[in-house]
């Protein structure tokens, strides 16, 4: 589109429509035929493979979430998704709540949370139709795919950054299992909620992710390499600068925030969070170093970092964690945070200044 070609654009987003739904209903029927092995070693708790099936409901919801975030971000209307992220997260609230006062069931909690997940797919998808409509015009998806002359290198392209994507969602993702295989459902619950407080340095950052990685691919496409410089010098000047304010807020409020939040038992959750804090606000503050390598067509770097750092953080996790618990495993974390995020804003800065010195 920054070139002009729309009839490649409209073939390339119809390609990702189909992708994405293929492989939403591939992961719906994966967690369906693995649920009763997932309530048995996951879980712990028989009978609950019902609940694996219900969560994964969400997928099919979100069978298209992915593109029509991508659309939304290359139109310049990814306001959109606030709108209707806010909509969604106050009807879940309300049943929640309602369930809470009106002495609720677990299934009334799952309904909502299914809810969510629909307003949010199913919204993500309608107004991410109207964009495109609005943009390459009402037959859109009528375009061959025949038109995309470098498929092959697409394919790459998809494969590999989805690959690294996965990768960073299983090694992040998979912390609580990791905790419970080593130590105790106990241990579980004070590493949770240590990790759902500092999650919060995302709320912020999530935002910026999605509209600074089409501006970023922008100037990459323009070649503009000065202007992409200081682009990525003032989000990251700003990510630093509300991150530090919410790590200080952190660590200075965290016993009140816990005890708040989850009850004076899990008070013990404080050092993890400390730990969790300084890999996470790392993360945050410089949170363009994937996109920035997806942007300089460079997908294959983040799997090799990922994947390398990740694998040591497990190797290291087998040695250390069940001398001194939940605590070490949030320091790798954030010791698989900063290496491999440091490691991917290197790479990207080297590729920036070697373009900059053959333009």
Known sequence: MEK??????????????????????????????????ASQNIAKTPGTAWMFTTFALGLLANFNTETSTGILQITDKIKLQGTINLIQSTITSSIIIAAFLWDGTLETVLIAYLISKTILGLGMFIVAQMQLQRVLGRNWWKESSSILTSFRELVGFAVSSNISATIIKVF?????????????TTAVGYYRVAYTIVSFLSIPADPLISTTFPEINRLVTQRAWPRLKDFLRNVTSLAFAYNLVLALCLVGFGRWIILIYSGEQYISAYPALVALLIGLAFNYTLFWNRPLLLSLGLPKIPITVTLTVGLIKIGLAFLIVQRYGYVAEAALLSFYYIVSVGMM???????IRHQEQKT
Do not use: D, H, Q
């Open 172 to 184: 992040r993702e998979s912390e609580p299992l990791w905790v419970g295989y080593f130590l105790s």
């Open 345 to 351: 804003v290197w790479y990207g800065l080297r590729e």
């Open 4 to 37: 002009g070609e729309n009839k490649k654009a409209s073939a390339l987003l119809k390609a990702a429509s189909w992708t994405e739904g293929i492989v939403s209903a591939l992961a719906f029927i994966f967690v369906f035929l693995t649920s009763g092995w």
